[in-house]
Nanobody
Framework: HVQLVESGGGSAQAGGSLTLSCVAS????????MGWFSQAPGQKREGVSV????????YYADSVKGRFTVSRDDPNRTMYLQMNSLKPEDSAKYYC???????????????????WGQGTQVTVS
């Protein structure tokens, strides 16, 4: 039973930083695509970033390019999202998501991800 647990959310001032973590457990596959999604109140969930196995490739939504950095520590089954230069519009619930196999070019499609965490709230003021 695959589980994803996020942590690190909270409140920050505009221009500040937060680091989110996602710890995965319960799977034996050697290849897992992992990504971050965000959902603001009243909005649909959107892809923020994705990291291929070993961090060999990373992709970002245009809105966070140059400010957010995703990374993976595969031996410890952990993914991070370093969020810098935060803006009020970054406020949302952030979800960790994963699926077996390689990441797709359409990494931002939530329907491709089988496993989801419960989310962690980020509030920027």
């Amino acid at each position: 039973h695959v589980q994803l647990v996020e942590s690190g959310g909270g409140s920050a001032q505009a221009g500040g930083s937060l680091t989110l973590s996602c710890v995965a457990s319960g799977y034996t596959a050697t290849r897992f695509c992992m990504g971050w999604f965000s959902q603001a109140p009243g909005q649909k969930r959107e892809g923020v970033s994705v990291a291929y196995v070993g961090g060999r490739a990373t992709y970002y939504a245009d809105s966070v390019k140059g400010r957010f950095t995703v990374s993976r520590d595969d031996p410890n089954r952990t993914m991070y999202l370093q969020m810098n230069s935060l803006k009020p519009e970054d406020s949302a619930k952030y979800y960790c998501a994963a699926h077996q196999g390689a990441c797709f070019a359409t990494w931002y499609r939530e329907k491709d991800y089988k496993y989801w965490g419960q989310g962690t709230q980020v509030t920027v003021s």
